[in-house]
T-cell receptor
Framework: SQTIHQWPATLVQPVGSPLSLECTVE??????LYWYRQAAGRGLQLLFY??????ISSEVPQNLSASRPQDRQFILSSKKLLLSDSGFYLC??????????????FGPGTRLTVT | DAKTTQPNSMESNEEEPVHLPCNHS???????IHWYRQLPSQGPEYVIH???SNVNNRMASLAIAEDRKSSTLILHRATLRDAAVYYC????????????FGQGTRLTINP
């Protein structure tokens, strides 16, 4: 079965510090991978997606970046965090089948507080 | 993604049916209708999807209007664990398989 891991679970970082969040997927190969952010009381915002190693598409311009160094590893980074980067960060992978539609599976998330 | 419109919130009682509406008047002929839900402090989870015909699974039923411009997610007997934000989405199937989550409907279940 497929499993998606994210770490850390919670993080408190000062403004201006760097960020690295990691996501790994087990049990599937060549998955589409996604990073979402959910600010407090807000909806999910798609930040980045990747259809393969080294292929990153950005949905929203900002001071975050993403990388996919291996097939099942997706990393979200920032060189200098802003207060507005606080939120709940979710990694996901997806598959499509006609009888199941698009199923996206989400990791447990990282709750980031920038102080 | 084609745009969807949902009520911001709904309320129901435990063990009663719940009908969650979604309007998608600009839907194209190849758009699948997906529903996801997000429980508190968790990522979203897949609920159900359909194209033209009504669909049933262990979680819910999906009723799709004949013109496909609206759909309704039906929870037959709501429980307290069904309290969540429900999202109606028309995703891009090809390539990136992107889901764009709107504000959804926050469902409150009263005991």
């Amino acid at each position: 079965s497929q499993t998606i891991h994210q770490w850390p679970a919670t993080l408190v970082q000062p403004v201006g510090s760097p960020l690295s969040l990691e996501c790994t997927v087990e049990g599937t190969s060549n998955p589409n991978l996604y990073w979402y952010r959910q600010a407090a009381g807000r909806g999910l915002q798609l930040l980045f997606y990747s259809v393969g190693i080294g292929q990153i598409s950005s949905e929203v311009p900002q001071n975050l970046s993403a990388s996919r160094p291996q097939d099942r590893q997706f990393i979200l980074s920032s060189k200098k965090l802003l207060l507005s980067d606080s939120g709940f960060y979710l990694c996901a992978w997806s598959r499509f089948a006609r009888d199941r539609g698009i199923e996206q599976y989400f990791g447990p998330g990282t709750r980031l507080t920038v102080t | 993604d084609a745009k969807t419109t949902q009520p911001n919130s709904m309320e129901s009682n435990e063990e009663e049916p719940v009908h969650l509406p979604c309007n998608h008047s600009t839907i194209s002929g190849t758009d699948y209708i997906h529903w996801y839900r997000q429980l508190p402090s968790q990522g979203p989870e897949y609920v159900i999807h359909g194209l033209t015909s009504n669909v049933n699974n262990r979680m819910a039923s999906l009723a799709i209007a004949e013109d496909r411009k609206s759909s309704t997610l039906i929870l037959h007997r709501a429980t307290l664990r069904d309290a969540a934000v429900y999202y109606c989405i028309l995703p891009i199937i090809q390539g990136a398989q992107k889901l764009v989550f709107g504000q959804g409907t926050r469902l409150t279940i009263n005991p």
